[in-house]
């Protein structure tokens, strides 16, 4: 977060979030990639709360599947707000937050670092 808030490569962004938001969004070939990436990430995000639920670290009642999508949906929005110059601390604590929900642990804090 703070790379993408301050310095040299504030406020790009990311390709593909750009390339969500962007005209390009409506070529077929490129909806495909963005599709194929977004099922790549929210899989990587499933198969690591997968991971935190076999070891009980992961809040009762959560299902990974949905989490792993609100996951992905919250580093798509990261890379958006920072692009339009959105704050690295405001950042940091809106994803603590949507950490600290999911967790079993006392603070999720160490998990957002």
Known sequence: MEARCAGEHARWG??????????ENG????????DQHHQELRGA??????????HGQLAAGTDPRAAAELL????????L????GADAGALHAT????LQSLSSLAS???LAQ
Request: charge should be negative.
């Open 14 to 23: 990311c390709l593909v979030v750009n390339a969500h938001a962007g005209a």
């Open 81 to 84: 707000r920072s692009r339009s």
């Open 27 to 34: 070529d077929p070939e490129v909806r495909d990639l963005l």
């Open 108 to 110: 999720a804090e160490d």
């Open 45 to 54: 995000m499933h198969a690591a709360l997968v991971t935190a639920e076999e």
């Open 95 to 98: 994803v603590t937050a949507a």
């Open 72 to 79: 992905a949906l919250l580093a798509y929005g990261v890379n």
